[in-house]
């Protein structure tokens, strides 16, 4: 899949996993560097937010913007996701009230079968996924040009659907 970076055209390593779909199974570490699978969160609304560097402006607001709406959801737990190392997230979560769960992608292998590696950057491309509570892909949006914010709304507007659904 193509993506674009200012302008300057980059290929992941192949298709993400579309609408309808079984969210592929994964395995990563957070800033414990605990183990956090997909599992873990069989029953809840994800919303699952990938970024390629927590480092920029543009998925530093990304991260905060769903960290900030987790504190409204009821029932969808919020995933942020990067191949930043975990020190690096430390830092920018320092001075930040964490609800949303910040995770690393040590090995490459979530980007990776997502199909959202991105090898000549060594980095995520940026999405957004919302999963049902038995782990179904009912969102999908694939930011084309990684210097964009994602459509936060439409995905918001995806997880409170399904978090109606609970009820």
């Known amino acids: 899949m193509d993506v674009t970076l200012k302008g300057e055209k980059f290929q992941t390593n192949g298709q ?13 570490l957070d800033l414990n560097g605990e183990t956090v699978k997909l599992s873990d969160y069989k029953g809840d609304v994800v ?37 930043n190392s975990a020190n690096q997230q430390k830092q920018w979560g320092e001075s930040k009230v964490l609800a949303s769960d910040l995770l690393h992608d040590e ?31 009912v969102y999908r949006e694939i930011v084309k040009e990684m210097a964009d914010n994602p459509d936060f709304e439409s995905a918001l507007s995806a997880a409170r659907h399904e978090e109606a659904e609970l009820n």
């Open 107 to 137: 090995d490459r292998s979530f980007s990776k079968e997502y199909g959202l590696y991105i090898d000549d950057l060594d980095k995520t491309a940026r999405a957004v996924f919302v999963l049902n509570r038995n782990g179904q892909i």
């Open 47 to 83: 919303i699952l937010s990938t970024f390629p560097d927590i480092e920029t402006s543009t998925c530093s607001r990304q991260t905060d913007t769903f960290n900030e709406k987790a504190k409204e959801l009821k029932n969808t737990k919020i995933i942020s996701l990067s191949t």
């Open 16 to 28: 993400p996993p579309r609408v309808g779909e079984d969210a592929p199974s994964f395995s990563v």
